[in-house]
């Protein structure tokens, strides 16, 4: 309850056409503010448990706050606050008026509890010390019944499918008043909210107490903190938790602990700078010149509340009824790192008789596909310690049979259409001809006939020049440091580069889903300014490392092949 304090390697490949014509793309350039909507819930007069006068402090500063912030803020009523039935009720009518991918902020402060791996909001009648009995068994009823889980709260949101959820719980995790089984008593700290949709802000660990304040005039500790740090320009509004989070660790000496929950799924600017706002319309733009639909769901999805977010959606709309765009390039980016281990196939633009018999991850045996097979935009390795693109994914970019096997006399299997992918498991030369051997998703084999290596035997020549693109910390919309790269493309000559290689890491402080997906939109923004240097998207790869990889953090390493005979 509370107490009163005394006084977590991909490859990806660029795409060879832009994604929209200079006079399409005034179209989806258009701004439109997602709504913002928030339920404030503090409960600071109960029947049965300790008065406490900081949460109806609360409740008033974070309503100014939010509004200050452009949400639309909804106060729990009084009736509503009596009851579990009356709060459930009440939090159903305030999501009725969430629409599909608004931005719901949902805080509550007042007493709670932590019981069988769920988290717990106390309404102000109940008696948990002394609950009521069922009817006919005289068994008490089920605490479960009586108070309010916040996986309730989880659930709402994912019915409505909001853009972006925070939930902030200003209360107390320990153990609750009533009786517990010997089981419930036994049972280990389990937090079921890991895997939730939500980004979730617990102002104090499981198992443990957060302070309130006896003085009417001052916030709860965390929520105290919480509101110091919320409206930082340009911040995400986890790093208002972040903050909070060390305040209170000081200023309790240890005592309470904040916690976070959930999935960091999209970043939240609550009072977005200018610096972030012009950041938000580059990357956009830059998925509108050199990306894809996947690029623009991962936009959609990791900036919920940008104002280019109906834009995108419009495109996303639009393109249905058009071909599907597909990430493609005719160069493998570890043929421009390492030209050397291509040799044979740079040289003969042939594959090898059994590329599987070679000893090398099929990664390091073809240079570059063209024609109407090429790499797949975004390959994935075995695992953390994998070889890169160990099983490379083809796509197809126009209509082609596949076979039984490596022979035209073969029998004729699927189809496959412009933008299917498959898995490779081997490169063949049976005769005259270039077979990819690979596999779909259900396992079932193909053979692709006609598979063409295109001329890059200046690769095998060229001298290399690296030069980092830089972000000043892992927030997605981090603006990225061109100079360095400008400057280089300058003293080459965009007429004598003929391969580049786009190597980057995803951060390691955050989600593993968001960290690949905000290095593929960096990719992206990296492309997109390569382009507007003046380098073919068909000559530009990029890199996703997983595990340790060789780069160092928040830093794009730019690797340029440039014609032996550039000055």
């Known amino acids: 309850m509370r107490y009163f304090a005394k006084s977590a390697v991909l490859i990806v490949f660029a795409c060879l056409s832009a994604v929209c014509s200079a006079e399409d793309i005034p179209n989806y350039v ?123 709260i989880v659930s709402l949101v994912d019915h409505v499918g909001a853009g972006q959820a925070t939930i902030v719980v ?108 012009d950041e938000e319309k580059a990357s956009w733009l830059a998925i509108l010149t050199a990306g894809t639909e996947g690029d623009a769901n991962f936009y959609v999805r990791l900036l919920p509340g940008s104002r280019f977010v109906a834009a995108a959606r419009k495109w996303l709309a639009d393109r249905q009824s058009q071909p599907r765009k597909t990430t493609t ?26 590329a599987n018999k070679l000893g090398a991850t099929l990664s390091m045996v073809v240079p570059g596909l063209s024609g109407n097979l090429e790499f797949s935009g975004t390959q994935r390795s075995d695992g953390e310690n994998a070889a890169p693109q160990s099983k490379p994914y083809i796509t197809a970019r126009a209509t082609i049979d596949t076979f039984d096997r490596p022979s035209v006399t073969g029998s004729k299997l699927s189809t496959l259409n412009k933008g299917d992918s498959f898995t490779v498991s081997n490169f063949l030369r049976v005769g005259q001809k270039n077979w990819i051997e690979g596999s779909f998703q259900d396992g079932k084999k193909i053979y692709v006939p006609d598979a063409t290596v295109p001329d890059l035997r200046n690769l095998a020549t060229a001298k290399l020049r690296v030069s980092d693109v830089t972000f000043g910390s892992s927030d997605i919309l981090s603006p990225p440091n061109f100079s360095s790269l400008a400057k280089t493309i300058e003293e080459i000559g965009v007429k004598n580069v003929v391969g580049v290689s786009i190597r980057i890491r995803p951060p390691t402080n955050v989600d593993k889903s968001y960290g690949a997906q905000s290095s593929q939109l960096r990719l992206t923004r990296i492309r997109s300014e390569l382009s507007r240097l003046g380098i073919s998207n068909a000559l530009i790869g990029g890199i996703i490392e997983q595990g340790e990889g060789t780069t160092v953090a928040n830093t794009a390493r730019v690797t340029i092949a440039v014609n032996q005979e550039a000055k």
């Open 170 to 277: 200003d209360a107390c995790r320990d153990a609750p008043k009533f009786p517990m089984s010997k089981a419930d008593a036994l049972q280990k700290k389990v937090d079921l909210l890991q895997g939730a949709s939500s980004l979730l802000f617990f102002a104090a660990q499981e198992g443990y107490s957060s302070e309130g304040s006896t003085d009417p005039n001052q916030n709860s500790k965390y929520t105290g903190y919480w509101l110091k740090y919320v409206d930082q320009p340009g911040k995400p509004i986890i790093d208002a938790h972040r903050q909070a989070t060390i305040a209170v660790q000081m200023a309790t000496q240890g005592h309470q602990i904040p916690e976070l929950g959930g999935v960091y799924s999209g970043a939240l600017y609550p009072a977005p700078s200018q610096e972030i706002l």
């Open 30 to 152: 258009f701004e439109q503010p997602v709504p913002r909507k928030a339920y404030v819930l503090s409960i600071s007069d109960y029947e049965h448990e300790d008065k406490l006068p900081s949460s109806a402090k609360d409740e008033a500063t974070v309503k100014a706050k939010l509004e200050a912030l452009k949400f639309n803020v909804i106060l729990a009523s009084d009736e509503a606050k009596k009851t579990a039935e009356g709060l459930r009720s009440d939090l159903k009518f305030f999501f009725s008026s969430v629409k599909r991918g608004d931005i719901v902020l949902v805080y509550y402060s007042g007493h709670g509890f932590w019981f069988r791996g769920r988290n717990f909001i106390v309404p102000s009648t109940v008696d948990n010390a002394n609950p009521p009995k069922q009817p006919g068994s005289g068994d008490p009823v089920d605490p479960e019944d009586l108070n309010v889980s916040v996986s309730e």
């Open 329 to 354: 390039s005719q160069v493998n980016p570890l043929a421009v790192e390492n030209a050397g281990q291509f040799s044979t196939v740079l040289s003969t633009r042939t594959f090898p008789t059994d």
